[in-house]
């Protein structure tokens, strides 16, 4: 069965920390892994999309990370900022493109 | 710079109502999603779309319906409004190398 998987569910940091979030996956065949940041009451808004051969990809102070062979994705937060406070949605794109698997998402609070 | 625009940020309808989102996006893309977001239960298919007048069943589609007349237009209706149906209902838009949702709709039925 085709799943995402998001630990932690939520996570509680200082201002000024890094911390990174965790995307485990079992959709086959794989198409991309896309990271979204989504905060309270909006929508998401995307930040990276990755294919099956790229193990790297930032967008300012977020890293993602894609090991396609154990099927893990990290996002990583570097020097985190109040604004960071938010939900983080992991989503696995199946082969046919149309069938989008969605994590649960990870809460983010960034503490001052 | 607004790629994907839902018709409304808050709704409150009664129950028994008819009621229509709309999704509108300007990039030409053929995958239009609409799904509804629960506390606790994540994003959830209703249903999408990939081609004009064509739609695909999702995860949980009964009381709702979709129309895609245009390509770039995207609607959900709820034939006749329960209070379960309150809810965040957010519309996608998927292309091969980017994908944008909308603002979301805050529906409460009363």
């Known amino acids: 069965k085709n799943q995402v998987e998001q630990s932690p569910q939520s996570l509680i940091i200082l201002e000024g920390k890094n911390c990174t979030l965790q995307?485990?996956?079992?959709?086959?065949?794989?198409?991309?892994l896309r990271w979204y940041k989504q905060d309270t009451g909006r929508g998401p808004v995307s930040l990276t999309i990755m294919t099956f051969s790229e193990n790297t990809k930032s967008n300012g102070r977020y890293t993602a990370t894609l090991d396609a062979d154990t099927k893990q994705s990290s996002l990583h937060i570097t020097a985190s900022q109040l604004s960071d406070s938010a939900s983080y949605i992991c989503v696995v794109s199946e082969g046919s493109n149309y069938q989008l698997i969605w994590g649960a998402g990870t809460k983010l609070i960034i503490k001052p | 710079d607004v790629k994907v625009t839902q018709s409304s940020r808050y709704l409150v309808k009664r129950t028994g109502e008819k009621v229509f989102l709309e999704c509108v996006q300007d990039m030409d893309h053929e995958n239009m999603f609409w799904y509804r977001q629960d506390p606790g239960l994540g994003l959830r298919l209703i249903y999408f779309s990939y081609d004009v007048k064509m739609k695909e069943k999702g995860d949980i589609p009964e009381g709702y319906s979709v129309s895609r007349e245009k390509k770039e237009r995207f609607s959900l209706i709820l034939e006749s409004a329960s209070t379960n149906q309150t809810s965040m209902y957010l519309c996608?838009?998927?292309?091969?190398?980017?994908?944008?949702f909308g603002q979301g709709t805050r529906l409460t039925v009363v």
């Open positions: 996608l838009s998927w292309g091969n190398t980017e994908a944008f």
């Open positions: 995307c485990n996956y079992t959709v086959s065949p794989f198409s991309n």
